[in-house]
C-alpha cells in the first residue's frame, strides 16, 4: 500500500521540530526538543489533583499540493507561560484569556506556516483562521481517505504533540 | 484636531505605521518590537484584517504598511491589490510579516510594490533593520 504522504514530507518529523524550535527560539525565549510518546500520554492522562493540567488545541486546516489539518495540542500552564514571554509580560497572570486564545491559535499559525514552508519551499499553500478550543487532548478520526502522523516534542521539558491529518482530496 | 485624508499627522518626527493582522497579540508584539529600536515612531494604526486597513488608510497619512497575508474578511495580498497604483498611496512602504514565506507568494507580493518580507517567527532586530532601512530610504 503507497503512502499518503508527499514526497517531501517524508521526513516530517524533523521539519516539526525544526519549525517549533524555531517558534520557540526566535518569538518565545524558549527551548523545543524532540520527545516520546509515553511522555505526552502520561502528562494527558495525569489527573489534575496529582500534577496533571488542562490543555488547548489549535487546528488549522491547509491546501496546497498537500492538503490536511494540522492541531498543535499544549499544556495550558506552558500556553500561559508561552504567552506572557510573547507578550512581554511580567507573568502570566497579566495575560487576558481572549489574549491567551489569540495567541495559542497565532503559535499554531507560525508552527504550521514554517514547517509548510521548509516541507515545500516553492509553493504557497492556503490556511483556515486557527480555531482554539480548551479541552483534553483532540484525537483525530481518521477519515475514510486521511492517515495521520503524531509528531511529540517539548517546549522548555513540557511535553506538546503536533497531529497532521491528511486530506483525502486529489490535492496531494 | 481634524484630519483630512492623507494628510500629514501632527507627529512629523517619526513614521506613522499601520500594523495589520487578524491576531491582536501579534499586533502587540509587533508594535512593541518596533518601539525598542530606537527608531522614532510617530503614529501606530492598527487593523484586523485588510479591510479595516482600507478604512484606515483612507482616513490617515502612513509611511509604512506591515501587513499579515492569511486574514479573515480581506487578506494582505488582497489589500495590496486595493491600493496599488492609487498616487495617494505611492509613496507609503510595504512590508508584509507572515508565516508563509514560500517563493510563489513572495514573487506574489514583490509584483505589488512589496519591499520588506519578514518571516514569522521574527526576531524584533529583523524590525529594527526594516525600519532602520525605511528611515534611511525615504
Not at chain 1, 495575560?95 to 499559525?109: K, T, Y
Amino acid at each position: 500500500m503507497s503512502s499518503p504522504i508527499s514526497p517531501v514530507l517524508v521526513d516530517c518529523q524533523a521539519l516539526v521540530l525544526a519549525a517549533v524550535s524555531d517558534v520557540a527560539e526566535n518569538s518565545l525565549f524558549a527551548f523545543a526538543d524532540a520527545s516520546e510518546q509515553a511522555a505526552f500520554d502520561a502528562a494527558a492522562a495525569a489527573p489534575l489533583d496529582d500534577g496533571g493540567s488542562t490543555w488547548v488545541n489549535a487546528c488549522i486546516d491547509f491546501t496546497g499540493s498537500i492538503t490536511g489539518r494540522f492541531t498543535l495540542t499544549v499544556p495550558e500552564p506552558l500556553a500561559r507561560h508561552l504567552c506572557a514571554a510573547f507578550a512581554g509580560a511580567e507573568s502570566a497572570d497579566e495575560v487576558s484569556d481572549g489574549d491567551f486564545l489569540d495567541f495559542v491559535g497565532e503559535l499554531a499559525n507560525m508552527v504550521c506556516g514554517d514547517w509548510l514552508t521548509r516541507a515545500s519551499r516553492h509553493e504557497a499553500f492556503s490556511l483556515t483562521i486557527p480555531r482554539v478550543h480548551p479541552g483534553p487532548p483532540d484525537n483525530n478520526q481518521p477519515g475514510a481517505a486521511a492517515a495521520s502522523e503524531h509528531v511529540y516534542l517539548s517546549i522548555d521539558d513540557v511535553p506538546i504533540r503536533v497531529q497532521i491529518q491528511w486530506g483525502g482530496n486529489d490535492g496531494r | 484636531m481634524t484630519q483630512s485624508p492623507g494628510a500629514r499627522s501632527d507627529t512629523p518626527a517619526g513614521l506613522n505605521i499601520l500594523i495589520v493582522d487578524d491576531s491582536a497579540m501579534m499586533r502587540t508584539m509587533i508594535k512593541r518590537s518596533a518601539s525598542l529600536t530606537g527608531i522614532p515612531i510617530g503614529r501606530i494604526f492598527e487593523a484586523a484584517d485588510g479591510q479595516e486597513a482600507l478604512e484606515v488608510l483612507k482616513q490617515q497619512h502612513v509611511d509604512a504598511l506591515f501587513t499579515d497575508i492569511n486574514m479573515p474578511v480581506m487578506t494582505g495580498i488582497e489589500l495590496l491589490r486595493q491600493i496599488a497604483g492609487h498616487a495617494r498611496w505611492e509613496h507609503m512602504v510595504r512590508v508584509i510579516i507572515s508565516t508563509d514565506g514560500s517563493e510563489a507568494r513572495r514573487n506574489e507580493a514583490g509584483a505589488l510594490d512589496v519591499r520588506f518580507y519578514v518571516e514569522k517567527p521574527f526576531r524584533p532586530e529583523v524590525m529594527r533593520d526594516v525600519l532602520a532601512n525605511l528611515t534611511g530610504a525615504r
